[in-house]
């Protein structure tokens, strides 16, 4: 494997590491990445494709897929003329995106409690 | 709202208000309810659609949706003949099927590392 591809999975092995021994993780940014020509193919045929996908619909769409090693997730924003915006790779038990932030329960459980109560 | 939507969404409610409060929530199983005709539809058309949607290849395919309403998930199990065999809302801020088991975090640095260094 040559150009840049090896030293970002050596990057990506110690950040799983880490998430094994710790529980934290980390990601690395592929745009701004000096990728040389061949480097993106080498790292998707090395990271492989998992058995989970996903697609957030907001402000434009956002593809979050595993890769075959679990813990490390391909995130591709793109915007509503389908350019890509940001592509990372995630190394997490569960990227925050497929989270649901803890603020949004309260209001979900107010407006169903209403929702109960116009009926 | 009639039958048997109006019950299953004060159970939801109500487990909104724990995962709101206590950060435990829960879920309902919609195969083996004595769903009425229209229930299936007042329940979709109440809860609504969500931004994020998931599919888990797997021994058939599963398909996790949030709901317009944060924290509540539908999720949808079929066998390889596409039939549902299960089916159930979920209440949490993630549902385990998204989070990777951290056993499989070492499993996949290890392979990692065997790979870079068969390199």
Redesign the interface.
Known sequence: ?NGNA?PL??E??AL??S??RTGEGGSVQLNGLPLLPGDYEALQE?LGEG????????LGLTQ?R?TA????WWVTHRNSAHEVMTESIEV???PA??????E??????Q???E??QA?
Chains 1, 2 share one sequence.
Do not use: F, K, W, Y
């Not at 995106?97 to 803890?102: F, N, R, S, V």
């Open positions: 494997m090896a999975l050596h990506i092995a799983l590491d998430l094994a090395a058995e989970l996908s996903a697609e957030l619909q907001a979050i595993e090693l679990h813990g490390v997490t038990r569960c995106l497929l989270q649901t932030p803890a949004d329960v309260s209001e979900a459980a407006r169903l409690r929702r109960l009926n």
